[in-house]
């Protein structure tokens, strides 16, 4: 019932900034818990950042806290990761997830199990 849809990815050097947006359809947008993961060719998929539904408590990754702010447009249907300092390590696709608010298969705002993924959007980081 929910779609994802990631933009905002490309190519930048590192020490740069970019901001990804995911837009979501066919549902009411602040119910949902929206998470960031980002999945490296032959590595497993990691948090990067999230945002709960009610208080709007957000949570990262220790390795992007300091460097990247998630925030929320309910009005677009909007959640965005602002990516600043990029590193070489940031390179990856970046997905974005959501729960709605009683979901039975979420398990945390750092966990896997978000309910819908979008299709993940690239972004490279050049050194």
């Known amino acids: 019932q929910v779609q994802l849809v990631e933009s905002g990815g490309g190519l930048v050097q590192a020490g740069g900034s970019l901001r990804l947006s995911c837009v979501a359809s066919?549902?009411?947008?602040?119910?949902?818990?929206m998470g960031w993961f980002r999945q490296a060719p032959g590595k497993e998929r990691e948090f990067v950042a999230a945002i709960r539904w009610g208080g709007g408590s957000t949570y990262y990754a220790d390795s992007v806290k300091g460097r990247f702010t998630i925030s929320r447009d309910s009005a677009k249907n909007t959640v965005s990761l602002q990516m600043n300092s990029l590193k070489p390590e940031d390179t990856a696709v970046y997905y974005c997830a959501a729960a709605p608010r009683g979901s039975r298969y979420y398990t945390g705002p750092m966990n896997t199990e978000y309910d819908y993924w979008g299709q993940g959007t690239q972004v490279t980081v050049s050194s």
């Open positions: 066919g549902r009411t947008f602040s119910s949902y818990a």
